[in-house]
T-cell receptor
Framework: SQKIEQNSEALNIQEGKTATLTCNYT??????LQWYRQDPGRGPVFLLL?????KEKRKERLKVTFDTTLKQSLFHITASQPADSATYLC??????????FGGGTRLMVKP | NAGVTQTPKFRILKIGQSMTLQCAQD?????MYWYRQDPGMGLKLIYY???????DKGEVPNGYNVSRSTTEDFPLRLELAAPSQTSVYFC?????????????FGSGTRLTVV
């Protein structure tokens, strides 16, 4: 069956360090992969989209990689700040053009 | 722009009651979606629509119904509410799937069925 796996344990890092979050998937051949940020009590907010033929995408302090051989995407936040604390969701656009979400990883950046 | 507006924000239903969760977007998006999110879990697709008059089932449609009479509105109907429908419901929209378009989500409706 198709699965999208994100580390369910919270990631705790010190302010200023680089946060790296992982998204692994099985039994998918996604054309696109998206990352969203979700704050408590709020809806997800779209951050970045990366296509299968793109290895890396950057937006300000954010960087996403997409390895279709490893079936993995890495999401990096450089120079992390306490305001980056949130849950980050990865999502795959499958062949049916439906966006399927992983369970999310909670990031806590400590001052 | 208001984006995606969901009402109500909170609701408590008794078992067997019915209600409609409202969703409206003002971005002229063709695609609209309803997801539910249970604590610590990812979002699961309930129903979606690719345009006015067209709807289809997602991963977990049982116990729900939708309609799409206009581009702007996509209400979700719960008939005979059950405790298993206690969840946070999110409506989302997008102009076009894939490409450079992410989904725009509403702020959610927190529903408790007792």
């Amino acid at each position: 069956s198709q699965k999208i796996e994100q580390n369910s344990e919270a990631l705790n890092i010190q302010e200023g360090k680089t946060a790296t979050l992982t998204c692994n998937y099985t039994n998918y051949s996604p054309a696109y992969l998206q990352w969203y940020r979700q704050d408590p009590g709020r809806g997800p907010v779209f951050l970045l989209l990366i296509r299968e033929n793109e290895k890396e995408k950057r937006k300000e302090r954010l960087k996403v990689t997409f390895d279709t051989t490893l079936k993995q995407s890495l999401f990096h936040i450089t120079a992390s700040q306490p305001a980056d604390s949130a849950t980050y969701l990865c999502a795959l656009l499958n062949a049916g053009n439906m966006l399927t979400f992983g369970g999310g990883t909670r990031l806590m950046v400590k001052p | 722009n208001a984006g995606v507006t969901q009402t109500p924000k909170f609701r408590i239903l008794k078992i067997g009651q019915s209600m409609t969760l409202q969703c409206a977007q003002d971005m002229n998006h063709n695609y609209m979606y309803w997801y539910r999110q249970d604590p610590g879990m990812g979002l699961k697709l309930i129903y979606y629509s690719v345009g006015a008059g067209i709807t289809d089932k997602g991963e977990v449609p049982n116990g729900y119904n939708v309609s799409r009479s206009t581009t702007e509105d996509f209400p979700l109907r719960l008939e005979l509410a059950a405790p298993s429908q206690t969840s946070v419901y999110f409506c989302a929209s997008t102009l076009m799937t894939g490409y450079n378009y992410g989904y725009t989500f509403g702020s959610g409706t927190r529903l408790t069925v007792v």
